[in-house]
């Protein structure tokens, strides 16, 4: 008799530890069912961020591109002022050596003048 009376209480026992884990895979399955919930919440925050993100990047390429033309003209501004300065330098630079053609001729004189002064003065002539 003992026999069949310890089958029953392993028969007992094994109920027991059936219906635990039907209890815990319930419990499982409402965790399931909340993360998912957050999953899908969690969803429409990252497409709501991801398209704030795509007109943040729009927006920044607008205003390189806005600068681009703006260094563009400048660039562009910038090279004829220096070819204007260009020019105006190589006109300053001719007129420098017209002077300094009229400078030497000046100095000659001046020389030959003081020269002739000492020989006067020396009595060379």
């Known amino acids: 008799m003992a026999l069949p009376a310890t089958r029953f209480d392993a028969e007992m026992f094994m109920e027991e530890r059936v219906g635990r884990l039907e ?3 319930e419990r499982l399955q ?3 069912t909340d993360i ?3 999953v899908r919440r969690m969803d429409g925050k990252i497409d709501a961020l ?4 795509k007109d943040g990047f729009a927006a920044a390429d607008r205003r390189i591109a806005e600068l681009d033309t703006k260094v563009t003209a400048s ?5 004829t002022a220096l070819a204007s300065l260009e020019a105006r330098l190589q006109a300053s630079i001719a007129a ?9 001729v ?3 004189l001046i020389a030959g003048g003081i020269l002739g002064v000492m020989a006067r003065g020396f009595q060379w002539l």
């Open 23 to 25: 209890e815990r895979v």
């Open 30 to 32: 409402i965790d399931v």
């Open 36 to 38: 998912k919930a957050d």
């Open 50 to 53: 991801h398209l704030e993100m």
């Open 75 to 79: 660039a562009g501004n910038t090279a």
């Open 96 to 104: 420098l050596d017209k002077a300094r053609i009229a400078d030497r």
């Open 106 to 108: 000046w100095w000659l």
